[in-house]
Structure formats: structure tokens, C-alpha cells
């Protein structure tokens, strides 16, 4: 299945995994490379050194590309991509945030820039600055969000950029990958679906609940005061949103969230942490090896592709 993206990342299918904080680690990353993908490492809120052996394990364990995930606001955000660079990633993907001031040197090193947007005029930006593709991310994805619509987004962001689009955000099958290259794109990132896989170094309580969730049990914390965060619904979201709909400040909150997800990712903590997942958290019944939810994606897609 070749497109743009396939090309431009020397990869197999289409499918970029997302890069998950306290999930996406060089375990998943090399796993989703093997299968064809592209596995990413997020760097997240970590050091330098912790983020550079992830690098170095995920070299032993595949030969095929992969790429770390920046998120701007961190304070290493600067070290790592100084670090990336070192180590000549062939991809970074960037979030919460502009990349602009680290463009150039990327791109210098040979390094394939994706940023992900939630935004017409933020991919607009990212294509003047040099990216090399958009992630545009829908309001329906795990973590921190948007408000636009997978559906809405993506078409109004293919039909304004020349560079290649992926889509995310409420992707979880060959349906939903058939439906965003109908909108436009040429690729999708996958998260919540690469949650629960096998190879996902994850509690196995997190991954039970991902697989357990009813279409109904996302929730958003985090949206009267400009941080919107899409989990499943829990103890802790029903306290937060609570509280939050009562006045309390972000910073009043922020006791309730703090440590949060990893308590949930690696404590198995699925009540009183974040257990992070998008709303097709719904569509999914199993946990497999992320080599068959890869190859299942694609068939299913390029099915339905040809009808």
C-alpha cells in the first residue's frame, strides 16, 4: 500500500503510531516498525539519557525506521532535539507546541518533520516552516485535544497544504483508515488501538479497561480552563470535572492529575489515575501483536478501497 507517506518514510504501510506518554517506549516503537510501520518513541516529560536509551534499545531490536515524538512544552524540549539529532532519527513528531525554531536544524540533519496539528491555520504554518507532512489530529483522540472533528479537520487541512496528511483521531480499524484517505490523507496515526497490543508495556488493568470500554465512556477533563484531556471515564474524572464545573482553577486541580497517568500505565491504577484513550476505545475487543492489527488495518482498507 504505497502513498506519499510510504515513501517519504521508507515504510511498509501507511500507519504511525502515536506517540503516547508513559506507553509509547522503544518495546512498542520497535514492534510497530518491524510490522511495517512506523513506531514512534515518546520523549515526553523525560531526561536526555532516559530518552537516549530508549533510542539505542529500540536500534537493537529493529532495523527499520522509527521516530520520537517531542512535546514542546517540556522542559527537555531543547535537549531533545539536540539529542535527536545526535542520534540521527529518521523521523521526530512534535505536539503542544511550534517546532519552527528547531526546523532547520532537523531538516539539516536529514531528519523527517511531522508536527501534529489541531488546526487549518496551525498546518498552514507548519507547511511554511518547512514540515515535511501534518498530523491532523482530531478532538476524538486520547490525550490532549482540539476541537475539531477527525472528519471535519482533516479535508480542510488536505484541501490548503501540499505536503502529505495524516489523519488521527478515532482510528482504530480498516474502516476508519479507508474513511480518512476518502478525507484526504495518506496515512493515519494510530493510538489507542496500539494500547492494547501485546507489546504495549503497559498495566494489563489499563489495557483491560481500554478493551472493556462502552462508546460511552469517554470523557474530557479540562475544558473550561484551555486543557482539554480526553480519557475514560473513572473516579477521577467524575471528582475533576465536578469540581472543575463548580469554579475550581486549573491550578487547583492540578493535584488530581499529577502523576496521574503513569499511575495508571504502570501502577494499574485505572480509578484514581488517567488511563488516556480516545473515543474508539469502544470499537476495540482485543489484545493482539501489533504485526496483526497493522496487516489486518491494511487489508481491511485497501477491501474497501477497491469496492
Known amino acids: 500500500m504505497k502513498t506519499r507517506i510510504t515513501e517519504l518514510l ?26 511495517g510501520g512506523l513506531g514512534i518513541i515518546a520523549a515526553a516529560n523525560a531526561p536526555c539519557e532516559v530518552v537516549r ?58 531528519i523527517k518533520v511531522i508536527p501534529v496539528v489541531a488546526s487549518v491555520a496551525h498546518a498552514k504554518l507548519m507547511e511554511r516552516e518547512g514540515a515535511d507532512a501534518i498530523i491532523a489530529e482530531g478532538t476524538e483522540a486520547g490525550g490532549h485535544i482540539g476541537e475539531s472533528t477527525t472528519m471535519t479537520l482533516v479535508p480542510q487541512v488536505s484541501d490548503v497544504v501540499s505536503i502529505p496528511v495524516i489523519a488521527a ?24 488501538r496500539f494500547v492494547a497490543s501485546e507489546e504495549a508495556n503497559v498495566h494489563e488493568n489499563y489495557k483491560n479497561r481500554v478493551v472493556s470500554a462502552k462508546d460511552i465512556d469517554s470523557a474530557v477533563t479540562g475544558r473550561t480552563h ?9 473516579q477521577m474524572t467524575r471528582d475533576y470535572i465536578k469540581l472543575e464545573n ?37 470499537l476495540i475487543r482485543d489484545i493482539k501483536p501489533c504485526s496483526d492489527i497493522v496487516k489486518e488495518m491494511t487489508y481491511e482498507c485497501e477491501r474497501l478501497l477497491k469496492l
Open 226 to 234: 484551555g486543557h482539554p484531556v480526553r480519557c475514560l471515564r473513572n
Open 10 to 35: 521508507n515504510i511498509e504501510y501507511p500507519i504511525i503510531q502515536g506517540g503516547m506518554a508513559w506507553v509509547a517506549d522503544h518495546n512498542l516503537a520497535a514492534a510497530v516498525s518491524n510490522a
Open 246 to 282: 463548580s469554579g475550581k482553577t486549573f491550578e487547583e486541580l492540578e493535584y488530581l492529575t499529577l502523576g496521574s497517568l503513569r499511575k495508571a500505565v504502570q501502577d494499574g491504577d485505572t480509578k484514581t489515575g488517567t488511563v488516556m484513550a480516545g473515543q474508539i476505545a469502544g
Open 169 to 192: 483521531g478515532g482510528i482504530a480499524d480498516g474502516r476508519g483508515m479507508a474513511a480518512a484517505f476518502l478525507l484526504g490523507a495518506e496515512g493515519v496515526q494510530i493510538g489507542t
Open 53 to 110: 536509551d530508549m533510542i539505542r534499545k529500540c536500534r537493537e531490536m529493529t532495523d527499520k525506521p522509527f521516530g520520537v515524538n517531542i512535546m514542546l512544552m517540556s522542559p527537555y524540549a531543547k535537549d531533545i532535539a539536540s539529542l535527536v539529532i545526535e542520534e540521527r532519527v529518521a523521523v521526530v513528531t512534535t505536539g503542544a507546541g511550534n517546532p519552527g525554531i528547531f526546523i532547520n536544524a532537523f531538516k539539516e540533519a536529514g
